[in-house]
């Protein structure tokens, strides 16, 4: 995915998730959930949707050019459970009814996604170890390099 940051990090998550709601969702108005790269350090989680707040949390561990191309199946998972959960959401910010998140209607919704094998192959594969370790690695160099004044 070839895209240019221009003013925040997060511009990139925006601009898939518009893209995505306009092509896999118009008939919902995903657009006031709120998309930032999360500030802890993860291992297992790669993105969150609190349906609730309307907050996407993605992994910060992604944010690398080379991880770019998983944003969209990654992000069309999040918004599966936000359209799984539009109107489900009552005055008190309370569900409803439960919900079977990753049930058998949550795995038909996300497998509409052209890239739904190939992202599970590759988390399968190691791909999300590999990104964990590629980004300690690059934090790790960044800090040795502003110690050392490289």
């Excluded at 998550?13 to 006031?32: I, M, R, T």
């Excluded at 998972?77 to 569900?95: Q, S, T, W």
């Amino acid at each position: 995915m070839n895209f240019c940051i221009k003013e925040k990090p997060e511009d990139i998550l925006y601009y898939v998730w518009n893209k995505l709601n306009n092509e896999y969702f118009p008939d919902y108005n995903l657009s006031d959930y709120r998309l930032e790269w999360s500030q802890r350090r993860q291992k297992r989680t790669l993105a969150s949707c609190n349906v609730k707040k309307r907050v996407v949390r993605v992994a910060h561990e992604l944010n690398y050019k080379e991880h770019y191309k998983w944003l969209s199946p990654l992000l069309h998972h999040e918004m599966c459970h936000a359209v799984m959960a539009e109107g489900l959401i009552d005055e008190n910010g309370r569900l409803k009814h439960k919900i079977r998140w990753h049930g058998h209607d949550f795995k038909e919704l996300e497998r509409s996604h052209p890239q739904y094998n190939e992202f599970q192959f590759w988390i399968k594969q190691g791909g999300w170890s590999k990104a964990i370790r590629s980004a300690r690695t690059k934090e790790w160099w960044n800090k040795v390099k502003n110690v050392f004044k490289i």
